[in-house]
């Protein structure tokens, strides 16, 4: 199996790493990609550019094995459509099952994606949750395609919706953009080696 996280990154930080590790692990994958946005259909634009974001990306996971930067999206350009991503993931890998993580406010809003059904043509899709959260309704297009049965994501390539309990540290890239700005410390909420970028290039200051 092969795993894809995508994300604005703006900039990387622990809870996108935690949660990355954790679900390598959990689902036993192949690999993890981790896939920056060049602009997300749903938010305004990143303050850092889509090269600073890669690279910032690039420097975070160097030295963790089986997660994987992939810039498809950046190299596409214009807004970022996952279904798109995804397809052409598939088109590259037929015979493996994809995996598709996110989080639990993303996928609140699938029914908001564009054409969010064909999702499930390509990949699974893993929804990671907090600790003791309960499954929010579903409609009946989404209640068909889930499952309780983990292993049926190895059995099958695609097309399963599934709830996973992972550690969710409460981080937010939007926080750590007005600590920054502000002039705090940023320490201990990404790599050491982001934040010697993030200062190197003066990003996110007022």
Known sequence: MIGIYGGTFDPVHYGHLRTALEVKELFGLTELRL???????????????????????????????????DSRELDRAGRSYMVETLASLRAELPDFALVLFMGSDAFAQIESWYQWQRLFDYAHIVVMTRPNSKTPPLSEFLKNCLTNNKSELKTENNGKLFFQTVTQLDISATAIRALQAKGHSIRFLLPDN???????????QS
Do not use: F, H, W
Not at 44 to 67: C, D, F, V, W, Y
Not at 194 to 204: H, P, Q, T
């Open 35 to 69: 896939i920056p946005c060049y602009q997300s259909p749903l938010k305004n634009s990143s303050q850092a550019t889509p090269a600073q974001r890669l690279e910032m990306l690039q420097l975070a996971i160097a030295k963790e094995a089986g997660l994987v930067c």
């Open 194 to 204: 982001v934040i010697d970028y993030i200062e190197r290039y003066k990003l996110y």
